[in-house]
């Protein structure tokens, strides 16, 4: 009876302690508070650009926007937010705030994960804008290939979080569940595909468009969530641009006419299929704008001329194509 005492006694402290440093590691890594709500923990350490939104003072009077896209829109890689804050500026007699999610790499999976986090909170307008980052996921065996994009590592793990984002006062079973997945993979030494550069034996089986119903999938399900809390979303196609005789080599020896060198085609995959890809995701895009009735769409894809001067790779725009992009999509807000 007392061995049990002294086990159970043991059992509490050792989670106590284990709960105190696991939060500890995130204060240091996120900086926030010691206490902070699981929920808040698990989405800030896979999405620490949502700190911003929940750490904004939300106004009456003012006109906030949501951008859930890739890094197209992302300050890193353009000028997006600023021509079309300077944009509304103009056009508002009200002050205007940009919550700016767009992070490289991500995919319509993340901005899904970032929209149900934020359904309790209240947009005028959220901007939808994807159909590249996607690609990268066909580039895999079509065996290995799972809907939720789980034969990524990253999305292995960040599909799991749903199970604990919900407890309220512990983070340690997630932690060790981390932990546990990572140690279980490297003994197993299971294949993903990584989330930078495709593997080189895989780029073939990018031929073969997987993504187009997970696309659709985390498109309607944004959609939904939009018709549940009854916000305007600005739906648009990715625009992009191959230029002419690209080759990997013409690219890094600036032999292209884009107007700089960001990304080359190789990080989604083989040239020829990702345009295939992005031109079945702008589709599916259109079919789900009709299907919802979504009455702000713009079709960037067929809008935005083909020009080097415009794009600096096949995605991220020049200063020239973030003012000419945005003026496209001005008349839809108001």
């Excluded at 305007?232 to 060198?261: H, P, Q, W």
Aim: net charge positive.
């Amino acid at each position: 009876m007392r061995i049990t005492l002294y086990f159970i006694i043991f059992l509490i402290c050792a989670i106590f302690f284990s709960e105190i440093i696991f939060r500890a590691f995130f204060v240091f890594r996120l900086e926030t508070p010691l206490f902070l709500s699981s929920k808040k923990i698990i989405n800030y350490f896979y999405y620490p650009e949502l700190k911003k939104v929940d750490s904004s003072r939300w106004s009456d009077g003012t006109f906030k926007i949501l951008i859930l896209s890739e890094s197209t829109f992302n300050n890193d890689w353009g000028t997006m937010e600023a021509h079309l804050f300077e944009n509304l500026s103009q056009k508002m007699n009200k002050p205007i705030k940009i919550f700016n999610l767009a992070q490289s790499s991500q995919t319509s999976r993340d901005s899904y994960f970032k929209y149900e986090y934020l359904r309790k909170k209240h947009f005028d307008q959220v901007i939808f804008y994807h159909g590249l980052n996607d690609a990268r996921a066909n580039n895999c065996l079509d065996e290995m290939f799972k809907k939720d994009y789980s034969h990524y590592a990253y999305y292995r793990l960040i599909n799991r979080k749903t199970r604990y984002e919900n407890i309220p006062f512990f983070i340690t079973p997630f932690v060790l569940d981390v932990i546990f997945q990572q140690i279980k993979d490297r003994l197993c030494r299971t294949l993903y595909v990584p989330k930078e550069f495709p593997r080189k034996e895989w780029m073939d089986y990018g031929g073969k468009i997987k993504t187009r119903e997970p696309f659709k999938e985390n498109l309607s399900k944004i959609l939904e969530i939009a018709k549940a809390k009854n916000e305007s979303v600005l739906l648009m196609t990715c625009a992009y641009y191959i230029s002419e005789g690209y080759s990997l080599e013409k690219f890094k020896t600036r032999g292209l006419d884009y107007k700089a060198t960001r990304c080359p085609l190789e990080i989604w995959g083989n040239p020829e299929n990702i345009e295939k890809t992005i031109l079945a995701h702008n589709q599916v895009t259109r079919e789900l704008a009709l299907e919802y009735r979504v009455s702000k769409f713009v079709d960037q894809e067929k809008l935005m001329p083909k020009i080097g001067k415009y794009y600096n790779d096949i995605c991220h725009l020049s200063d020239e194509g973030c003012e000419l992009f945005i003026e496209r999509l001005m008349d839809k807000i108001q």
